[in-house]
């Protein structure tokens, strides 16, 4: 009986694989297709990046750095109004990359990662679970003593827990240009229902432009406006699935989720990969799979952590969906210089933002 299995092997789950093995467990990771495919995400990072990978990481996944932002109220020829630090503010990586990375950091602590086993059930006893998979020879079954859901926004581990959804699934596309750009400023176009657009320099590694909104929006359509108003050719479109809003409870007796299928993300830019991996340093700190009661400890540990900064991100996406005159006048009133860190919008009410916005002339 394995201490561990862990459905999902992106960030999160990868994360915990490795932590939970650095601490001795037994721990088996079974992700559905080949790691970090298909690609669904813009890997727009802060640099805090970098405190969760080994080695070499940095040679090998980084494509650009960036000091700051445009917001647009309309499209590409809008006005823009600048946000920016006077350090570097984030990093643009190689995300199928970093999830081949973290998985080998896995495999080096000891868990034992399987790539083509896709999880088709998972059935929780008083002192066991049961977890089925469909794998290269058939169907396979193993027993944990736990089981981490790390299965994305779509969870099927949350679901065979009966665990509530998130909130809400937002829809987000995206797609590249051949452009070779290292410009260090991301430019944010508020003409998504509710969300919005985005162009992101990516260096050698060309131009990502994108855009997210929630279901019932003609995603395409404002893509497609998008595209138009900057006149590019973009190619390997893909889309993927945003959770906003975590449901209250992500925790049974004997499981529990992490990541995306927890909607451990950011209600304000639809980030997830290091809330994701911050909660599994949290489920790996106060998880003992002999002990089901230390999932209450998890359960807290994680929300105590984010809970504030997800408050204010969904205060700070209201303004999303604000009349554009009040847009503009906003925007106008607060671009400039930040001191504000890009996971933490409770950085807002810190030295370090006051006296970014005191310096500015
Ligand atoms: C368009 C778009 C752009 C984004 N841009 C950013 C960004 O710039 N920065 C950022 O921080 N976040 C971004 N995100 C969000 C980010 O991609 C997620 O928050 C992050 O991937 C969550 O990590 P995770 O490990 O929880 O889930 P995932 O990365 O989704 O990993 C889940 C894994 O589980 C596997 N899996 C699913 N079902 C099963 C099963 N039944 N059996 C076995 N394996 C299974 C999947 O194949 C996958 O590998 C973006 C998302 C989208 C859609």
Partial sequence: MYDFVVVGVGPAGARFSRRAAESGYDVLALEKGTIGTPLACSGHVSTDIWAFTGDGAREELFQNEIYGARFHVGGPHSDAYPFYKREVASNV????GLDRHLADLARE???DVREEHTVTNVTEHPDRVDVVANGPDGTVEFEAKMVAGCD???SRVRD????PEPDELLHGVLAFSDEDDGEDFVDVHLTAPTFFAWRIPRGEAGVEYGLAAPPGVEVTKHFEELIDGYEIDVTHRCSGAIPIGPPDRVTTRRGFLIGDAAAQTKPFTGGGILYGMTSADHAADA?????PTTLEAYERAWRDDLERDQALGHWLRRAYSLPEPVQRVGLGALSGEIGVHMDRPSSLVSMAHLKAVLSRR
């Fill in 109 to 111: 602590a000891g868990a």
């Fill in 160 to 163: 065979a827990l009966e665990l």
């Fill in 93 to 96: 990586i190689d995300r199928v």
């Fill in 152 to 154: 994305g926004p779509r």
């Fill in 287 to 291: 998880i003992d799979p002999d002990r």
